[in-house]
């Protein structure tokens, strides 16, 4: 019985040194196209690498994007259209919080504008709840223009006809928003 146990013992052994070589065999193949895309096994769900080298053992960060010099001075929310990007903008704008966010169907048109009201829940146009209502434009046409986050955490899926002006953040950065943004604060839409 003893030599049956050590044959299984070994017969399990070798099958994890072949997974493990399989394993790295596959990351060394798929190395030149990673590098390639700049991207790396650890990148996260966007497929792009988080770091760009190494710092005190671990992978550096990827700096967040720089306010746009074009977005004005003093606190502001900084909206680029065209990047689906927020900037939240205070006294020291290198320290300002920076996030991706989804937009409806209609864009606000670049400008500055300022916080006109603000709600805590309530239902965005896709009859999704929302929270953390943040508005900032009304344009001529009666689109209402504001930032807020799914309750659920989705994204906006208004019909393609539908004429929305809703732009859903993620729940952390829509509670930030709600923090840093008062009624008044002057918001910066850029292309």
Do not use: C
């Not at 769900?45 to 550096?60: D, I, M, V, Y």
């Not at 689109?143 to 208004?158: E, K, N």
């Amino acid at each position: 019985m003893a030599r049956s146990s050590s044959g299984i013992f070994v017969a399990g052994l070798t099958a994890a040194a072949l997974a493990a070589v399989g394993y790295l065999a596959y990351e060394a193949s798929a190395a030149p196209d990673r590098l390639a895309r700049g991207t790396h096994a650890s990148a996260g769900p966007s497929g792009s690498a988080k770091g760009g080298g190494e710092a005190k053992g671990g992978p550096a960060k990827e700096a967040p994007p720089v306010v746009p010099a074009d977005s004005g001075t003093g606190k502001r929310v900084v909206y680029s259209v065209g990047r689906k990007r927020v900037w939240l903008v205070g006294a020291d704008p290198k320290a300002a919080k920076t996030f991706e966010v989804a937009p409806s169907t209609v864009d606000p048109k670049p400008g500055t504008y300022a916080v006109s009201s603000r709600d805590a829940n309530g239902t965005g146009s896709d009859g999704v709840p929302i929270e953390h209502i943040v508005r900032f434009h009304r344009d001529a046409a009666g689109v209402v223009f504001g930032f807020s986050a799914a309750v659920d955490g989705s994204s906006p899926s208004p019909k393609p006809t539908q004429k929305t002006g809703g732009i859903r953040e993620k729940s952390a950065d829509g509670r930030a928003m709600w923090d840093f943004a008062p009624r008044g604060t002057k918001v910066v839409v850029i292309p």
